[in-house]
């Protein structure tokens, strides 16, 4: 499960796989682009667990999608990722070619 999400996290961020993408070495992932992923895929959980008839209290929800979060956030650092929030200044030049444009 944890390739899975590895793999769908640097799908929705943008990256075609996780090895073809970081091929310069670099391994930074915008603490954002992590947040959406997991929006995104929690969203999918939510909504296939409606399908199959569950319901959840909002409180539960809003829980679950932090927890989900930090769960995405972990299993990617364990994976060797760098999550840098969004005011720090990056090392890797993809983040610089983006600033400069």
């Given amino acids: 499960m944890r390739g899975v999400s590895i793999g769908l ?3 929705i961020v943008g990256f075609s796989s996780p090895s073809q993408s970081f091929a310069s070495g670099c391994r930074q992932m915008l603490e954002s682009d992590v947040k959406i992923a997991s929006m995104r895929l929690y969203a999918d959980i939510l909504a296939n667990a ?3 008839g569950w319901d959840y209290a909002p409180e539960a ?7 989900h979060f930090d769960e995405m956030k972990l299993q990617l650092i ?3 990722y760098e999550i840098v929030s969004v005011g720090a200044r990056p ?5 610089d070619t983006l600033a400069s444009e």
Avoid: L, Q, T
Wanted: with cysteine.
């Fill in 61 to 67: 929800i809003v829980s679950g999608s932090k927890r």
């Fill in 78 to 80: 364990a994976a060797g």
């Fill in 9 to 11: 996290a640097c799908a």
């Fill in 91 to 95: 090392h890797c030049p993809r983040f």
């Fill in 50 to 52: 409606a399908r199959n």
